[in-house]
């Protein structure tokens, strides 16, 4: 293995005094070159004696970066990250520069990690790197909508069930091509629904019987994807960007709560965004406007009517699981001749949401019996006392034993530490110019109002 490499080494005049001399760097990284299978070529070798580390006119660091920035090395060689700079910004932004043009940099003695000086350029190359993220993330987002605005295809992501989504080339942008296989469903369902009446149920139904392959080819149709279908106003010739946005989960569901919460990750979904801000992309039409708007007009009659629509709240309704099969039990209703009876019913006997069939047997239940019965068992428990008074002392004792006093004191503390992080994070980068005074002004009342709150709270769990 012979790698070729570049060595680079600095002493700034008040440092020559000391054993770091040009000659005993150079002679180091030389040694080590030979003991890693590096070879360096001696045009490589790049010296810039008595120069500051604070800055960066140095000519052997110059003629370096140029090099690199020709693709004309894969590696440098330095004796430490305070030789490539004195400042902590530099050694950050030289790192970084080198590594965008392939150039790894191996250090002789890097820095442990062990003194602060070392943490805060660890905690710098984050800020840094998290600030290019937002900000290239921010650019891609206005980039994305700025196009979206001038109707340019290649901001959607993919194309609806109906057509197919040709990339774009060195010649023209992105378009959506008409796949006439399934443009046919997409009128058919259309169809159906406004002229026919056909309900959802109905067609879905219907696509499966005919065995008309979904877009992944799969032969089974879900009431929501023909439902999706029928709102996507991608089919009256307006595809559109900017129609769901990503924000803190606001339910927490069934499912979530039997996880125990939260999922740690991702506390966020998708929600749709009003409809007034959804900007519009022409494509090639498969239904008149006129079409789109009764099946909208439609749907939203049909929302009205729909069975599990809840006027009136019932007891139990999003509480309760079936013993049988795990799912959850949902309100339904059962118009008789003479009035409208309410079930709960076990999602899992529901042969329509299932591959294969109905999962569970269990019959559903009749909301008026087993309301009562759940509520007088409510009663008779909270009118025992010594079963309240014994469930009392039960939360009290495990209360105790977590002891939240304690716990919200640890919270504070750390968020003390991170905000007092922070702070100097920013002072340094405004003392380093990577910050203006502005930017500076700016950030630190916040921070000061945060960390003066913690105190305040701090303060009061002590005394
Ligand atoms: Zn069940």
Redo the contacts with the bound molecule.
């Keep these: 293995m012979n790698k070729p490499a570049a060595i680079y080494t600095r002493v700034s005049s008040d440092r020559q005094k000391q054993d770091h001399t040009i000659a005993s760097q150079t002679a180091a990284l030389m040694e080590y070159a030979k003991t890693n299978g590096y070879v360096v070529p001696p045009e490589w070798v790049f010296q810039d004696e008595g120069y500051s580390g604070a800055s960066l006119q140095r000519p052997g660091l110059e003629t370096l970066r140029d090099l690199a920035a020709q693709g004309q090395m894969a590696t440098v060689l330095i004796y430490s990250p305070d030789r490539l700079s004195r400042k902590y910004a530099y050694q950050v932004l030289l790192t970084e520069e080198l590594s965008r043009c392939g150039v790894e940099i191996v250090f002789l003695k890097s820095p442990a990690g062990g003194s602060p000086e070392d943490q805060l350029v660890v905690q710098f190359q984050g800020m840094i790197a998290e600030y290019e993220r937002a900000q290239i993330a921010e650019r891609s987002r206005r980039g994305k909508r700025h196009k979206a605005q001038q109707g340019v295809v290649n901001v959607l992501c993919g194309a609806p069930y109906g057509y197919r989504y040709m990339k774009k080339t060195d010649t023209s942008a992105a378009y959506y091509e008409v796949l006439e296989s399934q443009a046919g469903v997409v009128r058919m369902v259309f169809e159906m629904y406004t002229k026919q009446q056909l309900n959802i149920r109905a067609i879905t139904r219907l696509l499966n019987q005919r065995g008309i392959p979904t877009r992944t080819g799969k032969t089974r149709w879900e009431r929501s994807t023909v439902w999706g279908l029928l709102r996507n106003p991608a089919y009256q010739g307006k595809a559109c960007y900017g129609k769901t946005e990503q924000r803190p989960r606001q339910r927490i569901t069934r499912a979530l709560r039997q996880r125990n919460g939260m999922p740690k990750r991702s506390n966020s979904s998708g929600h749709e965004r009003p409809r007034s801000e959804w900007i519009t992309v022409p494509v090639p039409a498969l239904v008149s406007e006129q079409t789109f708007a009764l099946a909208q007009e439609q749907l939203e009659r049909n929302k009205h009517h729909a069975q599990r629509r809840t006027l009136e709240p019932t007891l139990l309704q999003g509480m309760l699981v079936?013993?049988?099969?795990?799912?959850a039990l949902y309100r339904c209703s059962v118009r008789t001749t003479r009035r409208r009876l309410y079930y709960y019913r076990?999602s899992?006997?529901d042969a329509h949401r299932q591959l294969k069939g109905a999962?569970?047997t269990?019959r559903p239940i009749r909301q008026d019996y087993l309301d009562p019965l759940v509520w007088n068992e409510i009663i008779r428990l909270l009118e025992n006392d010594t079963l309240l008074q014994a469930e009392i002392d039960r939360r009290k004792e495990a209360i105790r034993n977590t002891d939240p006093r304690q716990q919200r004191q640890e919270t504070l503390r750390r968020e003390q530490a991170r905000l007092g992080n922070n702070s100097e994070r920013l002072i340094t980068a405004y003392q380093e110019g990577l910050l203006s005074l502005s930017q500076l002004r700016e950030r630190m009342p916040e921070l000061n109002k945060r960390a003066k709150t913690v105190e305040a709270e701090l303060q009061s769990l002590e005394t």
């Design positions: 079936c013993q049988k099969c795990g799912y076990c899992g006997s999962l569970c269990n």
